[in-house]
């Protein structure tokens, strides 16, 4: 199969691959790149893992194909934090005991990080809808919602 050039730009910085026609932005990130952070758990668009941020928008990269990004502006959970610096969503996740097993964190992080930049004082029912498309096993959603929450407070109160 013939290679494909494709160019974006993950957490800031220029990245230029070659990669077969079909391959999942998921695949592209995790296997050529080296960025982990999203997690390959579905592989059908259900549960949210491999959540990443293409041009401001939510989007499931199992489903993405690589090849459609090219110039796109991509985020992930890696490109967050700030010269060793949690970004105040990761700091709440741990503050909240939101991250048990820590499969689905990236996923989770990425949706609330999308609802933060669209609505920086959301309601728990915003929050709890935002975080629908994702599948936690472990915390019981209750601890997410509350670090999402108390990150938005966060936030607000810094901009104050």
């Known amino acids: 199969m013939a290679k494909i050039p494709v160019q974006f730009t993950l957490n800031g910085a220029e990245k230029a691959e070659f990669i077969d026609g079909g391959t999942t932005l998921l695949n592209a990130l995790r296997d050529k790149i080296g960025d982990t952070s999203p ?11 491999c959540s990443v941020i293409i041009d401001g928008e939510l989007r499931l990269s199992c489903l993405t194909l690589a090849e459609t990004c090219n110039g796109a502006a991509i985020t992930t959970t890696s490109g967050l934090s700030q010269d060793g610096v949690l970004h ?4 709440a996740f741990l503050d909240a005991f939101a991250t048990q097993c820590g499969f689905c964190t990236p996923g989770m992080i990425m949706a609330a990080k999308v609802l933060l930049d669209h609505t920086p004082d ?3 029912d915003d929050v709890v809808e935002a975080l629908s498309g994702n599948v936690c096993r472990c915390t019981g959603y209750e601890p997410i919602i509350q670090a999402v929450l108390t990150a938005a407070r966060s936030n607000s109160q810094n901009a104050a």
């Open 122 to 124: 959301p309601s728990r």
């Open 39 to 49: 997690k390959g758990g579905c592989h059908q668009g259900t549960c949210g893992a």
């Open 88 to 91: 105040p969503l990761q700091r």
